[in-house]
């Protein structure tokens, strides 16, 4: 299980491996080492110059066991301590020792000068460990500078564990932070190795064993899990049997008469999901250029002309379905108002997105009524939606996805989608998981239609047990779909159709 970890969290399972198991932190920071020499020897051969920069933590220590393995390998290793070695850690303290032992050499650094940068410059690799996780105040004085003049340099850097200046909680930088080529996480992902701005920082991840048990894990109540394809190894189960009928028939309200086009990358997503059939309700000029685009889409149209929708005609569309999605392309009209009420007195699954959600907004009555209902909805707002649904900041939700998440899917009794770069899917029991995949081509208009109509497709086509499972499986398969046709266009060519294209 690929569990995301607060700061808090993390020194409670090194104890728990201490105390309980009997595994000293020394162990501990020997495999960081290894883990972190593992890395360098796929881009720099022995021989090369390798630069370390210590901090006074953990963090430090990790570097110091690296120095002496990087050492006995043959490497030219650099040691730059930023902190006096009366404030290393006991077991960095350790480490330093045996440095000195084998006469490895060292520089206390007082200021960063022309001098310092132009042999951080020279250098083939600089290793970043100075900060770790517990970083939670603005960098200053020393350490800002050489932040600074690591950035500065362009010298290739690998960080330990997350990228100094991070905030080990939020993933937003304290001021300044390690630009970093390669972090090497250990033992398993923090919530600022994925969330805030650390996308930005963290170059290439690679989660690294330090030799934890799953126990010193277990013994812990964690909620916050990484998506990863093992979540859903046997999802979705393909039925030799089935036909268009038992696949599932989702049905997609949207489509305003300028938003068409919403509405039509909903369905075809759908489609693509498996669903056996799917229905569009929209309006009248949607018709056409629905059929002429998806001739398999099942279209029925109602009137904007019309001073309200006839209640038993919408009951009919909706009869026999198996979910309903409604908000691509909807619009926020008195309509638009009416058939998500409508929806939403519904007995069905719902997937709620895009303008559907801006009337929760909008509407308190809307939004009771919703959080009231006892059949499963999916919510997918945006930071932005999510602002105007909450009252929050688009800041204060970034800076507390995982809190903001968890938190309104038990006040709503919903699935929570909530979309950034790293998005987070929350579910009302308190259970969370934080999407790793995706790419910044995906930040495109209509991205967000293609997701929900794929959800929906799922979950048509799903059993009630397994529609957890189904969002999870949707938001992983869509991201990978992003990221394949990134290989293919180029981020900045894509379009939400081609991520229809390799779902």
Known sequence: MNYVLSPQEMRQIDKNSAF?????????MEHAGYAVLKEIEKSCLPHCKVAIIIGSGNNGGDGLALARLLHQKKYTVNIYFLTEIEELTADATINYNIITALEIDYKKISKIDAALIKEWENADILIDAILGTGTNRELTGLYYDAVKAINECHTLTYSIDIPSGLNGETGMPMGIAVKADKTIVLAAYKTGNLLGKAKAY??????????????????????????????????????????????????????????GGALLLAAEAAYRSGA????????????APLLARLPEVIVSTYSERREEIEKHEFYQEIENKNV???????????????????????KLPLVIDADALNLLAEHPKLLHLCIQRSEIKILTPHLKEME???GLTVKQIENNMIEVATRYARNWNAIVVLKNHRSVIAFPDGKCYINLLGNEGMATGGSGDVLAGYLAGLIAGSEPADYELAVLYGVYRHSLAGDLAANYKGQAAMLASDIITEL
Do not use: C, W
């Not at 990863?228 to 089935?242: E, R």
């Not at 309903?324 to 108002?337: D, F, H, M, Q």
């Open 202 to 259: 963290s170059g290439e991840m690679v989660l690294a064993d330090i030799g934890i048990p799953d126990l010193a894990y277990e013994a812990l109540d964690l909620s916050v899990f990484a998506l990863s394809k093992d979540v859903f190894q046997h999802f979705p189960v393909q039925d030799p049997l089935a036909n268009k009928g038992t696949r599932g028939k989702a049905l997609i309200i949207g489509g305003s008469s300028k938003m």
């Open 20 to 28: 309980d198991f009997h595994i000293p932190g020394l162990l501990l």
């Open 324 to 346: 309903v999605l409604i908000g691509p392309g909807l619009s926020t009209s008195n309509r638009a108002y009416e058939l998500l009420q409508m929806t939403l007195s519904s």
């Open 388 to 390: 105007r649904l909450s």
């Open 276 to 287: 056996g059939l799917v229905y569009a309700y929209t309006t009248e000029n949607n018709y």
